[in-house]
């Protein structure tokens, strides 16, 4: 009845095998996004209405909010980390932290410039400039774009489960 996919190196499976299999993964991955979102917004505010507001005697400048928005995003990725580590993918952490987080890192970026692409295209290449068309593309194409990329992405490169260490 369902389509089936081929798992690399094993027999053929259902995709609804295959959700089975993942869905408690795929539910603590989606919540973990979410708080990620909740903690980006929330220190981003907490910085842009307390120590890098506008009239803040520390931190002045122009780009307060730029910096703000740049520590609220570092604090969301380290806090998505140290989450799909202890609790999305606990059975697949590696015992190399710090080359895990520089991979969890490099995966956000790849997974940013596929939404920020999307935007690109639609926006200066299709000439869609509305507020309404830009969110569009943002969120209901290219958030889900990065999502997808991030799980893979993670599964693949970051929690791979290999708890091997190179020989020095």
């Known amino acids: 009845m369902g389509t089936n996919y081929r798992r690399l190196g094993s027999s053929l499976v259902t995709a609804r095998h295959w959700w089975r299999q993942h869905a408690g993964e ?3 991955f989606g919540t973990v996004g ?7 917004a929330g220190v981003f505010n907490l910085l842009r209405l307390g120590p890098l507001s506008p009239d803040a005697v520390v931190a002045g400048g ?8 740049i520590i609220a995003t570092l604090v969301a990725i380290l806090f998505a980390w140290v989450s799909h580590r202890v609790w999305t993918f606990k059975d697949r952490k590696t015992g190399r932290p710090a080359r895990e987080l520089l991979v969890f890192v490099v995966v956000n ?5 596929i939404q920020a692409g999307v935007l690109a295209i639609t926006h200066h290449g299709l000439g869609l400039t509305s507020a309404l068309a830009d969110n569009i593309s943002a969120y209901a194409i290219g958030l889900p774009l990065g999502t997808v990329a991030r799980y893979f992405g993670y599964k693949a490169f970051v929690f791979t489960g290999d708890d091997s260490r190179d020989a020095a």
């Open 26 to 28: 795929l539910a603590r």
């Open 34 to 40: 979410i708080a990620g979102i909740v903690v980006d």
């Open 62 to 69: 122009v780009d307060r909010v730029v910096t703000a928005k």
């Open 109 to 113: 970026a790849v997974a940013l410039g």
